[in-house]
Structures are given as C-alpha cells and as structure tokens.
C-alpha cells in the first residue's frame, strides 16, 4: 500500500482490519471527523474516482501530521525499492511511487496518489535539522509539476523555519 499503491492491496487492508471495506471506510469517517477533517468524506478506502468522495489538501496535511504519530510508518513509505520473492514463482520488484524519497535529501514519505480526476496529488514529508516539514500538493497536471512544487514547498519551509524549544515540560 505505502510503496507500490496498489488499490487492490488497499481493499484486502480494510477487508482483514475491519472484515469489509464498507465497515472500514465507516471508521474512516469517523476518525476523520474526530480529526477535525471537516472538507472529507471518505466512500472507499484506496481513493480511487467514486461519488461521495473528497477531501482537501488541509485535511490531507491533518491526515498525515496524525499518521506520523505512528513513527514506524516511516520504516515503510521511505523505501525506494524493495523486491518480494516469498512465496513466489518470480521475484516481483516494487518502486515507490514516491520519487522525493529518493531524490529529495531528507524526504522520507508519504504518499501519494493519482487519477485522472485528482490528476496528481501527494503528501510528502522530510526531516531536517530536527524539524519535520508536510507538503501537500493535489491536482497538479503531471507527477513532475507535482514533484517539484512539493519539492518548493518544503525547501520554502527549510529555509525560513526554526524549530526552538520554548520550554523543558
């Protein structure tokens, strides 16, 4: 799901957490609206074209300031490459759709995603100096346009940005 977004891998995901998809799409809602997600709705789970369906980039950003709670995710969404052979005929070799994992110096996730309604669409995050930045860029025409704006965007945070401790807890 985090290297290859594969959709069918998505469905088989909800399918084992929640025993449908339709269930956890429910859960999805649900998290999203505890979130503050205000402009989402979700109506599958791979956020392929489909009525109902939307978000913004806003939401996105909230989205994934709340997955890298989980700092294991990033064990995953920062591989270039990985090739499965377990269980197989022949090895199969997954790229990450992510190419700012390999190409931009601290970049080590997240995600991102296209159709041909969404056009492309990413949320990438980098860490620098102790600072982690998240851009989100959705419906930029080509996954290059949507690479280097991504790219802007997080060296525009880089360079103007900070992180300063204002208090020991």
């Known amino acids: ?3 290859e977004s594969a959709n069918d891998a998505a469905v088989a995901l909800a399918e084992y957490q929640d025993g449908s998809e339709e269930l956890f799409v ?3 809602n649900t998290r999203a609206k505890e979130l503050g997600m205000n402009d989402t709705h979700f109506s599958n789970c791979n956020g392929l074209p489909i ?5 913004s980039a806003y939401d996105i950003a909230i989205m994934s300031r709340e997955l890298l709670k989980h700092q294991k995710i990033l064990n995953y969404t920062k591989i270039w490459m ?3 052979s377990e269980g197989r005929k022949s ?3 997954m790229v990450n759709k992510n190419r700012l994992v390999r190409f931009y110096k601290g970049c080590d996730g997240l995600k991102t995603g296209s159709t041909s309604e969404a056009k492309f669409c990413i949320s990438a995050t980098a860490l620098k100096n102790d600072m982690r930045l998240i851009a989100v860029i959705m419906a930029s025409p080509t996954r290059d346009i949507r690479n280097r704006e991504a790219s802007k965007l997080l060296d525009y945070g880089f360079a103007r940005f900070e992180v300063v401790k204002l208090a020991d807890k």
């Open 91 to 93: 090895p199969f070799t």
């Open 82 to 84: 990985e090739t499965l």
């Open 51 to 55: 009525d109902n369906h939307y978000t």
């Open 1 to 3: 799901v985090a290297i």
């Open 26 to 28: 429910n859960r999805m």
